[in-house]
């Protein structure tokens, strides 16, 4: 059975910084990474990584946001410095398990990022 458990956020003010953690078990995942969805709005894509460490991210983080994993541990990283209010939303872990022939993404329950002061 596969489960994600997310861990690191909070109400930080403008400038700050947080670490989110994701512990992912039950399976190998390819690509793991994080989402986020603010009030009214849909769920984009953060920041993501594979087990090699190619990493990919959204404009509005690059230089801001950092991703990270430890294939040992099955578990990925979101240092997020320079918070701005507009970051504020609930991040979302995903995992990806590939197959021969299909793959299925897995999510975390979601922790909520505010950024305010």
């Known amino acids: 059975q596969v489960q994600l458990v997310e861990s690191g956020g909070g109400l930080v003010q403008p400038g700050g910084s947080l670490r989110l953690s994701c512990a992912a078990s039950?399976?190998?995942?390819?690509?793991m990474g994080w989402y986020r969805q603010a009030p009214g709005k849909e769920r984009d894509l953060v920041a993501s990584?594979?087990?090699?460490?190619?990493?990919n991210y959204a404009d509005s983080v690059k230089g801001r946001f950092t991703i990270s994993r430890d294939n040992a541990k099955n578990t990925v990283y979101l240092q997020m410095n320079s918070l701005k209010p507009e970051d504020t939303a609930v991040y979302y872990c995903s995992a990806l398990v590939e197959f021969s022939s299909t793959s299925a993404r897995y999510w975390g329950q979601g922790t909520q990022v505010t950024v305010s002061s």
């Open positions: 990584i594979t087990r090699a460490g190619s990493t």
């Open positions: 039950g399976s190998i995942f390819s690509r």
